[in-house]
């Protein structure tokens, strides 16, 4: 019964780090560069809703995911040229996107199906469904944990070590770095400041909104309100935590998917002496604290946040 309860906890933990850890890596990529993109929340939900309706009019799953993809993208070009391009600030646009996205998203969504969309709302009949990597799967224990997971799961962990790789062991990674320190120096050096942060925005969009289709077509079968919940912020907060380091995200990314697989169970129990709204509220809260602990000693980079404007 334990090591069920153990095994059971681990294995959603796994599945439910997926959306955040490809969305932290991606923005981490993203502030390397100097560029705070608080956008990824709306990104996100708008991955998931354009998921779902693709696939609820297409039964395409496929199709649907690379539609969030391209929806992702859309999300992050508008923020790069309105932060990139005509540096605006880019904490106040990414907040303001995503407003703009939550209000949109609600109304294209009761727009298409009604606007009284309860007590049942529409739905997918296939979702994303996990896949059985052979021989390794088969193994005693540690198969269904490790490896009976959807192909993104692999995907984001594959994706974590890459990062790190890109980072601190190629000419690519320094320039980034380089750019996020002194965007002014690495421009007299000859790097291309904007160029290379467009296309870390573009590949963090479709990243992102690969992630924010997750949600509705993999975890749900359904496109509900605000579905992505703040996971945008909680990885923005994980980076942070991580301090902009890919392979210690992956752990920080665990660390908050295993409490927060812990309140789904303590929910699931239905245990009197823990209240139901401290169990929600468990893996928010304890990020704040680890936050609050660990996150005031992280240097991030130098320029992050701080517009960039070309002076030669």
Not at 1 to 25: C, D, K, N, Q
Not at 52 to 70: E, R
Request: aromatic share 10%; proline share 4%.
């Amino acid at each position: 019964m334990v090591t069920e309860l153990i095994s059971g906890a681990i294995y959603s933990s796994i599945t439910l780090l997926t959306p955040l850890l490809l969305v932290g890596l991606a923005e981490l990529l993203v502030e390397r560069s100097g560029i705070l993109n608080l956008n990824v929340e709306g990104s996100m939900l708008m991955g998931a809703f354009t998921a779902f309706m693709v696939a609820y009019y297409t039964q395409d799953l496929g199709i649907a995911t690379l539609s969030a993809a391209l929806a992702g993208i859309i999300m992050c070009m508008l923020f790069s040229i309105l932060t990139v391009s005509l540096s605006l600030d880019q904490m106040v646009t990414g907040l303001a996107m995503n407003i703009l996205t939550i209000g949109v998203t609600s109304y294209l969504y009761r727009a298409s199906f009604g606007w009284y969309v309860s007590p049942i709302p529409p739905h997918i009949k296939e979702t994303i469904k996990p896949i059985e990597i052979p021989v390794l799967s088969e193994m005693p224990f540690i198969g269904d944990i490790l490896f009976k997971h959807m192909p993104h799961t692999y995907l984001a962990v594959i994706f974590a070590f890459t990062a790190w790789w890109v980072l601190f062991k190629t000419d690519w990674g320094l320039r980034i770095r380089a750019i996020g320190e002194d965007p002014q120096v690495a421009d007299y050096l000859g790097i291309n400041v904007n160029s290379t942060r467009y296309i870390l925005l573009l590949i963090e969009g479709a990243v992102v909104g690969i992630a924010g289709s997750l949600l509705s077509i993999a975890y749900y079968n359904m496109f509900l309100d605000n579905m992505t919940q703040g996971r945008g912020y909680i990885a923005i907060a994980l980076v942070i935590l991580a301090r902009w380091n890919p392979l210690l995200l992956l752990a920080g990314s665990f660390l908050f998917s295993l409490i927060d697989a812990i309140q789904l169970r303590i929910l699931a129990l239905g245990l009197t002496f823990f209240p139901s709204q401290l169990s929600l509220m468990l893996p928010y809260l304890v990020t704040i604290i680890i936050l609050l602990v660990a996150g005031r000693k992280a240097k991030g980079p130098a320029a992050l946040a701080k517009p960039f404007k070309k002076t030669r």
